[in-house]
């Protein structure tokens, strides 16, 4: 392993240390549905299905955060694919890939790329809005089913898998000084701003 590698295993291990606590203390019921990190072996059996080598940063990702029972603790409520769906959800996107012999993606843009990898989702079951990490480069891109900001665009805010995480834990600790999303609870579980689904809005409050 490099000494950068390193350095952004650590960084990933320390920022979730930063959200775990938060949730402990803040939010109760979202700290009590986390569920553990996945174990060497399931890491490996995704990894047999994805046709590039996964990137070390990733591994310890999965290795040190488990996917949550209950609304997502990243942002826009987002959480961690379990590592089953993650195969699955490749799988099925090299198919359709594969399948089209011209995309249907504006300039012959690939619908999945084999380095593609699905990280994190807006609802741990249903992957319509993904944020996936190209494994060639090491950013995180924004990828939806229907089309919308799957190649990047000026505006999109490239992250490393530990920028992100930084990110979230600064934004829950320090939530004046949050750009991307605001932190909030309802009923005791951490509920994003940008997430509050229809009706929730009196039940929300903003975290200080």
Known sequence: MTVDGAIENRQIVEAWQRIEGWLQEHAPASYAALLPGAEASQAQAVQDVVQVPIPQALTTLWRTIGSNLVRGVFLR???????????????SRMVEQKGEE???????????????????????????????????????????????NNYGTDNEELDSLSTYLEEVADSLEYPAMATRDKAGLIDGALVWQSGIEPGEHDRWTACR
């Open 77 to 91: 409520n987002y959480d961690l694919i379990p590592l089953d769906a993650v195969a699955d959800f490749y799988r």
């Open 102 to 148: 011209i995309s249907t993606a504006e300039e012959g843009r690939p619908l999945w790329a084999p380095e593609w990898i699905p990280v994190f989702s807006e609802h741990r079951t249903s992957q319509a809005f993904v944020l996936y990490l190209d494994a060639a480069s090491g950013l995180l891109h924004d990828w939806s089913r229907y089309g919308e």
